[in-house]
Nanobody
Framework: QVQLVESGGGLVQPGGSLRLSCAAS????????MGWYRQAPGKQRELVAQ???????NYVDSVKGRFTISRDNAKNTVYLQMNSLKPEDTAIYYC????????????WGQGTQVTVSS
């Protein structure tokens, strides 16, 4: 129904920056929110940042002040600007889209690897 394709991951040094992109296609209407999750080895998948259709956003405490989520509705794309990266940010990052019409529906991208290491 909804296809999500992430890009922008890679290897960066601590303190560096990276920008992730997620392009949505398919039946994209009625998307309530889009966001980014991440999963590190041995850890549970966690919500990193989310932005709703109204424009409000929220972040996990560990990235506040460093990460910024934004949307370009004309391009059906959500971005995650990551600054001051730390080794603890190393994870696979997944784009997510949520619908709340007729129930709760979640769609996931394939994931993109972010590695922060010197």
């Amino acid at each position: 129904q909804v296809q999500l394709v992430e890009s922008g991951g890679g290897l960066v040094q601590p303190g560096g920056s990276l920008r992730l992109s997620c392009a949505a296609s398919g039946i994209i209407f009625n998307i309530y929110a889009m966001g980014w999750y991440r999963q590190a080895p041995g850890k549970q998948r966690e919500l990193v940042a989310q932005i709703s259709s109204s424009g409000s956003s929220n972040y996990v405490d560990s990235v506040k002040g460093r990460f910024t989520i934004s949307r370009d509705n004309a391009k059906n794309t959500v971005y995650l600007q990551m600054n001051s990266l730390k080794p603890e940010d190393t994870a696979i990052y997944y784009c997510n889209a949520e619908k709340r019409v007729g129930g709760y529906y979640n769609y996931w991208g394939q994931g993109t690897q972010v590695t922060v290491s010197s």
